[in-house]
């Protein structure tokens, strides 16, 4: 059973940092989503392979995605937190490509498969 676990989310004050961290049960494309209430899910940040990620021209500059293959962990480091990024967010994974290849780094919700329950990022002005 795939299980993608976050943790790190909390309360700050804007201009802030919070590092987010997905536990996954297995080797998987990964990325960051956030949802705010009455919003679509939104991409964050996506990785591939190798390493290169891929940002939200919002959030570009200010966070930073990571991941340790090792230990199937995915992070998303946070600074100079806004109020407007207050939101659930989610870890996503998508299979790994066949016969090598990288993964797509994608910020498209229907490019993945797998999905944590969540945890809620609150900034304060």
């Known amino acids: 059973q795939v299980q993608l676990v976050e943790s790190g989310g909390g309360s700050v004050d804007s201009g802030g940092s919070l590092l987010l961290s997905c536990k996954a049960s297995g080797h998987y494309c990964m990325g960051w989503f956030r949802q705010s209430p009455g919003m679509e899910r939104e991409g964050v940040a996506g990785i591939d392979t190798a390493g290169v990620a891929n940002y939200a021209p919002s959030v570009k500059g200010r966070f930073t995605i990571s991941q340790d293959n090792t230990n199937n962990m995915l992070y998303l480091q946070m600074d100079n937190l806004k109020p407007e990024d207050t939101a659930m967010y989610y870890c996503?994974?998508?299979?790994?490509?066949?016969?090598?290849?990288?993964?797509?780094?994608?910020?498209?919700?229907?490019?993945?498969?797998?999905w944590g329950q969540g945890t809620q990022v609150t900034v304060s002005a």
């Open positions: 996503a994974g998508d299979v790994m490509p066949q016969y090598g290849g990288t993964c797509h780094r994608s910020l498209k919700a229907f490019n993945y498969i797998y």
